[in-house]
């Protein structure tokens, strides 16, 4: 028995029918040269070898009494396979447009909480012969990092599928479900514990305020800077509340590319994707007529796992980034961006001690619930202040290409999470050498065609921050706009010098010459 941590059960209890609380993968698969067998079935029997490989497959939900604190994972020692591992076909001709918006009709179900929280779905009739495999497991048990990691425990690395040790046969039969008494002693168990860690946390948490202080105070700006202080986001209509209908949308691009592209111009691979987002994002919303005067700000998640850290729980926080959409010039938007973003992730490693810190609340799970539920009815999202406009985020992924089942992956696009007052969601996720993006939105805020027509504005503004002018480039002009500069300056004093002594009357020249003597 494992209790959920606040931050994990904080997804069941928002969750609602319009919000399901999932994330998901889209893989593309090349099936091995000359298969002529029933690639489902195949998977099937591999993920049947591997569900002890991984708690998230082979636990389930017990709710607490009352909901009176959080719910706890239990083993679950009769999974139906069949159920959680299902096929689907394409109808012809079977385009990659088809695929993304099958995954969005998939991903806009929810999971049955009597079962362990996955399904994946086996997807052929792609007209280039290829196959696909979605995956989507809940939130409360997986994030983004441990995603990754439960990757590396489904996936091979080669063709021929690694052996993996058969599960070992349990002494005793586990309870199907759990007496009321043993769950209130878990709860309290764990609360205990919990708050034991807050307390020897104490002195820890306070250097790292002050630290995070020092941090915050070393980032203000000059007068005539702007600002690395965040005031609230001006509202768009992606701040408003959702419906469970999904569009869904990818696009992939060589990672070493957009690396040498972040060095030439003076940033990172995030401020690359940052800055993509901010032009596509103002180009969407101009073109409508709908563009604030207020730059749009990005809710941006961060990891706070240690390093070595697997646990498959979730590790996360959010900072909030400045799109800097205010700014017209690009190389000045450039430079604003990718500033707060460095700013936020210096305040993010002071304060990790303290933001990772679970605090059991009595009666959390029914009080999320009910405020979950009034948000998305009372449409309060689209009348409250925004803390941020859009959802960016960008996880790391495995290096090198991957295999199931003898075939080969080649594309590996994430399926995130909208939510009420953030209905667009644009995930970034690398794997093999490609930057992988996947972006999921309500179907009633961005429609299928404009999630399409948002995946080429950001076509486009990867071009126009491919045409900026190299960082090199630009401290050779200034230094040279300098020296002409300091030259002409010389060249005016010069004059200037002449022009006051032809001017000088000859008594005062001949008063100067005797005083000289």
Same mark, same amino acid.
């Given at each position: 028995m494992d209790q959920l941590s606040s931050m994990d059960a904080s997804f069941? !209890? *928002?969750?609602?029918?319009e919000t399901p609380m999932h994330v998901g993968s889209l893989m593309i698969f090349d099936l091995p040269e000359g298969h !002529?067998?029933?690639?489902?079935?195949?998977?099937?029997?591999?993920?049947?070898? $591997?569900? !002890?490989?991984s708690a998230l497959l082979n636990r389930k939900l017990a709710q607490m009494p009352f909901q009176l604190a959080e719910p706890v994972w239990i083993e679950d020692d009769d999974i139906e396979l069949d159920y959680h591992v299902r096929t689907v076909t394409l $109808?012809? %001709? #079977?385009?990659? =447009? &088809?695929?993304? &918006? /099958? +995954?969005?009709? *998939? !991903? =806009?179900?929810l999971l049955d909480r009597s079962r362990p929280l996955w399904e994946m779905y086996v997807i052929d009739g792609l007209e280039n012969g290829q196959v696909a495999f979605y995956t989507k497991a809940h939130h409360s048990g997986v994030d983004g990092k441990a995603g990754v990691e439960l990757a590396k425990v489904l996936y091979d690395v080669s063709p021929k599928m690694r052996e993996v040790p058969p599960p070992r046969r349990k002494h005793a039969a586990v309870q199907y479900q759990l007496g009321v008494t043993e769950l209130l002693q878990a709860a309290a168990n764990n609360a205990a514990q919990q708050y034991r860690k807050l307390a020897e946390l104490l002195p820890t948490a306070a250097k790292a305020l002050g630290t995070a202080a020092s941090v915050v105070a070393s980032q203000r700006s000059q007068k005539g800077e702007r600002s690395l202080s965040l005031g609230l986001a001006p509202k768009t209509v992606f701040n408003d509340s959702i419906t469970n209908q999904r569009s869904y949308s990818t696009m992939s691009l060589p990672l070493a590319d957009i690396k040498v592209l972040g060095k030439r111009v003076g940033g990172t691979v995030n401020t690359i994707v940052m800055a993509m987002c901010s032009i596509a994002l103002q180009r969407f919303l101009a073109e409508r007529g709908l563009l604030p005067k207020e730059?749009?700000? =990005?809710? +941006?998640? +961060?990891?706070?796992?240690?390093?070595?850290d697997k646990a498959m729980n979730n590790q996360v926080s959010a900072v909030r980034v400045d799109l800097a959409t205010d700014i017209d010039d690009l190389p000045t938007r450039f430079k604003a961006i990718h500033a707060s973003s460095e700013a936020a992730k210096a305040v993010v490693r002071e304060l990790k001690p303290v933001l990772g810190v679970d605090v059991p609340i009595t009666g959390s799970p029914w009080l999320m619930t009910g405020l979950a539920s009034l948000l #998305?009815?009372?449409? *309060?999202?689209?009348?409250? %202040? =925004?803390?941020?406009? +859009?959802l960016i985020s960008n996880v790391p992924g495995p290096g090198q290409h991957l295999y199931m089942a003898g075939a080969r992956m080649v594309h590996y696009f994430p399926v995130s999470i909208p939510y009420h007052g953030s209905a667009l969601n644009i995930t970034v996720h690398s794997?093999?050498?490609? *930057?992988?993006?996947? /972006?999921?939105?309500?179907?009633?805020v961005l429609t299928q065609d404009e999630s399409y027509e948002m995946i080429e504005h950001l076509r486009a503004a990867l071009r126009a921050i491919e045409a900026l002018p190299p960082v090199e480039a630009e401290i050779v002009e200034l230094t040279t706009q300098a020296a002409a500069q300091s030259k002409a300056a010389s060249a005016v004093a010069a004059s200037v010098t002449v022009i006051q002594a032809d001017e000088v009357p000859p008594a005062a020249a001949n008063d100067k010459a005797s005083r000289a003597s």
């Open positions: 069941l !209890h *928002l969750e609602t029918p !002529h067998g029933d690639y489902y079935e195949d998977v099937k029997e591999m993920l049947g070898k $591997r569900l !002890h490989l $109808r012809r %001709p #079977g385009t990659m =447009a &088809q695929l993304e &918006q /099958l +995954v969005a009709r *998939l !991903h =806009a179900s730059a749009l700000i =990005a809710m +941006v998640p +961060v990891s706070l796992r240690a390093e070595g #998305g009815r009372s449409n *309060l999202a689209s009348r409250m %202040p =925004a803390a941020g406009n +859009v794997y093999a050498g490609l *930057l992988e993006f996947g /972006l999921t939105a309500c179907r009633r």
